[in-house]
């Protein structure tokens, strides 16, 4: 009989999510492919290298005092603006190992 194994992450879009923590509808793949910056709960988790469009809050107090930031200070376009260039450099790694993966499919 073959075994069946449960994953603790699995891969949807192009970011790597934790099941039972980080998953959710219209989350984390829709922040990084347009690049829209985020205020996210502290207690969810996300890889370090998309951390660049996310905030962080960890009560009602923290998350008002950053939407005021980004109201008055329009702080969310300074974010856009700074990991956009960053975004294009994941993307261009994750073109090149998925490529490199097709090709040792192809060559097997």
């Given at each position: 009989m073959k075994k069946m194994l449960l994953r603790q992450?699995?891969?949807?879009?192009i970011c790597r999510e934790e099941y039972g923590t980080s998953t959710i509808t219209g989350g984390v793949n829709d922040i990084?492919?347009?690049g829209i910056p985020t205020l996210l709960s502290d207690s969810y988790k996300i890889e370090t290298k998309f951390e660049v469009l996310i905030s962080t809050f960890k009560d009602k107090y923290e998350l008002l005092e950053k939407l005021n930031d980004w109201i008055e200070h329009s702080r969310y376009l300074e974010i856009k603006k700074t990991a956009h260039p960053k975004l294009e450099k994941i993307n261009e790694e994750n073109t090149r190992i998925e490529l490199v993966e097709r090709i040792e499919k192809l060559l097997k």
């Open positions: 992450y699995k891969k949807i879009g990084i492919r347009f």
